[in-house]
């Protein structure tokens, strides 16, 4: 069971963040690459909102091959190439991820490898079976 560290003792983190995870011995670790918005059959939404829900599609599909879920998840890394796409992607996350509170960092970048792409997410999980 990953233990979410929230303290009350140092500027809060933005919501549904911790500000660590610890992960327990013995855990298996998965590392993604970066997903991005892209459905499968090719089409990239134009929307940043979109393409956050199909980013965590994509994760969640990863998570299921390695029998692990949305709740596994420790760290999330996500860039944004437009900072006025925040509040959009932080309201897409916390529908989807409900109260767990992984750790993570937000990245406002030039651009991402397609013009297109608004959002790119790198995620860590771990998991006892």
């Given at each position: 069971?990953?233990?979410?560290?929230?303290?009350?003792?140092?500027?809060?983190?933005?919501?549904?963040?911790?500000?660590?995870?610890?992960?327990?011995?013995?855990?298996?670790?998965?590392?993604?690459?970066?997903?991005?918005?892209?459905?499968?059959?090719?089409?990239?939404?134009?929307?940043?909102?979109?393409?956050?829900?199909?980013?965590f599609e994509r994760l969640q599909a990863i998570l299921q091959?390695?029998?692990?879920?949305?709740?596994?998840?420790?760290?999330?890394?996500?860039?944004?190439?437009?900072?006025?796409?925040?509040?959009?992607?932080?309201?897409?996350?916390?529908?989807?991820?409900?109260?767990?509170?992984?750790?993570?960092?937000?990245?406002?970048?030039?651009?991402?490898?397609?013009?297109?792409?608004?959002?790119?997410?790198?995620?860590?999980?771990?998991?006892?079976?």
């Amino acid at each position: 069971m990953l233990k979410m560290h929230v303290l009350d003792t140092i500027y809060p983190h933005s919501r549904n963040a911790a500000h660590g995870v610890e992960v327990p011995p013995g855990a298996r670790l998965l590392f993604t690459n970066g997903q991005t918005g892209t459905m499968p059959d090719g089409v990239t939404p134009q929307s940043a909102r979109d393409q956050a829900v199909v980013v965590f599609e994509r994760l969640q599909a990863i998570l299921q091959a390695a029998n692990m879920t949305l709740r596994d998840i420790v760290r999330l890394n996500t860039y944004l190439t437009d900072k006025e796409d925040v509040q959009t992607f932080l309201d897409v996350r916390d529908h989807t991820m409900g109260d767990h509170k992984p750790a993570a960092t937000f990245f406002i970048v030039k651009a991402l490898v397609r013009p297109e792409l608004k959002i790119e997410i790198e995620a860590v999980a771990a998991k006892i079976d």
